[in-house]
């Protein structure tokens, strides 16, 4: 069974520029969650996606939005680009049947390691 | 927001000794996970604990969940090389548990 993929692996941008991220999960998962990984923060929820909605948002400004499509595949925006935007943009999918065995157990992608500059 | 702290955050030991990670909260949790990052790469999860007082066994590693469920630790016997790595422990928050919240991460290095 292949993993959860992530492309592109490694980006870099501008400050101001706007970059699209990929997602494609595990084949049967239906939820696709996004992290941001730093070395100040660690990892922190950025949000969940479950059959094309948004489950759950963390605390992260409006720049940082997200979308999933009907094969769930997702994809995740950040507008406007800041310096502390550099980061390793994490995919994490698992199969979202509320109160099934593993239900909260994720399997993550290698990531995406955006550097802003 | 349910936090989780780790300790300690780095750890570097020699091939053969014992350690033991511990992740503490104030709040309870239905279940806490432990992931294993490497460089490069994203965690990979190493097992989910889900009973209070639970152990489980990988091979060299001991996971524990504490009785009233705000804590955990893990426990590595004999550490190798291939140890190496960032542990992380989480645990679900949210309406339906749909997010994890992770602890800051234990760097541990293993020297041969």
């Known amino acids: 069974k292949a993993g959860v993929t992530q492309t592109p692996r490694y980006l870099i941008k501008t400050r101001g520029q706007q970059v699209t991220l990929s997602c494609s999960p595990i084949?049967?998962?239906?939820?696709v969650s996004w992290y941001q990984q730093t070395p100040g923060q660690g990892l922190q929820f950025l949000f969940e996606?479950?059959?094309?909605?948004?489950?759950n948002k963390g605390n992260f400004p409006g720049r940082f939005s997200g979308r999933q499509f009907s094969n769930s595949r997702s994809e995740m925006n950040v507008s406007t680009l800041e310096l502390g935007d550099s980061a390793l943009y994490l995919c994490?999918?698992?199969?979202?049947?509320?109160?099934?065995?593993?239900?909260?157990?994720?399997?993550f992608g290698p990531g995406t390691r955006l550097t802003v500059l | 927001t349910q936090l989780l702290e780790q300790s300690p955050q780095f750890l570097s030991i020699q091939e053969g000794e014992n350690l033991t990670v511990y992740c503490n909260s104030s709040?309870?949790?239905?279940?806490l996970q432990w992931y294993r990052q490497e460089p490069g790469e994203g965690p990979v999860l190493l097992v989910t604990?889900?009973?209070?007082?639970e152990v489980k066994k990988l091979k060299r590693l001991t996971f524990q969940f504490g009785d009233a469920r705000k804590d955990s630790s893990l426990h590595i016997t004999a550490a190798q090389p291939g140890d190496t790595g960032l542990y992380l422990c989480?645990?679900?928050?949210?309406?339906?548990?749909?997010?994890?919240?992770f602890g800051q991460g234990t760097r541990l290095t293993i020297n041969p």
């Open positions: 709040s309870v949790f239905s279940s």
């Open positions: 989480a645990g679900p928050e949210g309406w339906g548990a749909q997010k994890l919240v």
């Open positions: 084949s049967g998962h239906r939820s």
């Open positions: 604990v889900v009973t209070g007082g």
């Open positions: 994490a999918s698992r199969r979202g049947l509320a109160g099934g065995p593993g239900y909260n157990e994720q399997f």
């Open positions: 996606y479950f059959s094309e909605t948004q489950r």
